[in-house]
């Protein structure tokens, strides 16, 4: 082990005790200082990871052979394609789930907390998740600290629905009133990152997610000891992380599926996301949607022989169903928004009036358009909603930055 990073460790066993961090100074790879309550402060750049355990992991050895080519080196990607049905969301999970209770350091927690809307809270979530995993510590998933979950929130306060996340998903992280994460809430050693911690970690400084598509950082390699993952791709150890981590409940899954077998997705197609909603106050949106055409009609020539596929649309304002309808007229246009009445857009604010089987119907709608879009052959979207990061790490390992389009950047541009 690096000299350096022993020292830390013991460092932190020392702060455990003492129920506080002292405030001090040590150089690990940068310069790192952690002071003061560690509830209060956590520096992004800091890093224990430890190099030890067996090079011949299973799951290692599996991303191993899928980097044989480089994710940036592959022209155009090649996934299995047998209809929707067989689909890799539309299946049982072939992964176990993440390893929670594995916590080789369990003197101090992260807690996690629900913010914005579901793919913003996911996508938050999992990036504390892997440096959670990252230091070999365990985590909790807290919907009502320090604030309560707009997901969850309803009006009055009684009517709330919680937990929110585990009424769709297996449970993220370890219940919170588990002996490792009660014990860290009884001496205060419980550590709650920061959106920009968390993104400066995961990015090296804050970041929308995108970056020059040829930058080296999408592909530095990570590792992930505790699950014996070593020397990853970035994108793929990312992808490969979210199919342990984010696991539709099996009822929701088959109901999900099941409506999007009915919508005659047998052959491969490609999936269109227009967001509007509460996105229209917070950017300026092309509200045209021929910018959707045009790169489809792109996407036509170089992935689909010049023949229109089916073309499925994920979309918080269902009119635009009968927009594209108009403009393209031959082309077979499908999507949930056909059995659904959602014409004005998703404002989270609103969410606070919904009942529990208002919010069932959206999200199960939402979660059937999430599978789509992660299992079409090309995506389209915007970079201006949290949908389209978390739907790229969705997409099957083999769906590379070739069948993955914006609308509002030019192709320099990709997720990392």
Partial sequence: MNP???GLRVFLSFAALCVFFVTWTKSISHNVGIDAQPEDNLNENVSFLPVSG???????RKLQLDQEQSFAEIEQSNVPWSGIENAEWCQSPTEPPLPYGNCEYDSWVFRIPVYG????ALHFIMKGAIWAFEEEVCFYVDEWSPTQSRLGAREPVEDSISPFLERYFERIGMPKDSEPIQKALNSNQVITPTYQQIQRHEYGRFSSGLTAIDNDVRHKKRSLEILKLRDIDNILLKKQFLHRFFRILPQLRYLACSRLRAQGLEDEYMTLSVRRGDKILEFE???SLMPYIEKAEIAIQTHFGGAPPTIFVASDDCSVMQEFRELRPNWRFVGECDNATEDNGF?????????????????????SEMIAMASAKYFIGVSTTNVTYWVYFMRHSNARDDTFALVDADGNLAVH
Avoid at 54 to 60: A, I, T
Avoid at 117 to 120: A, D, P, V
């Fill in 4 to 6: 350096s990073r022993k």
């Fill in 54 to 60: 067996d090079p011949n992991d299973v799951l290692n």
């Fill in 117 to 120: 809307g579901l793919t913003n």
């Fill in 347 to 367: 404002v989270i604010a609103d969410m606070k009036m919904w009942t529990t089987e208002q919010t069932d119907r959206h999200y199960e709608k939402f979660i």
């Fill in 285 to 287: 949106l092309e509200l």
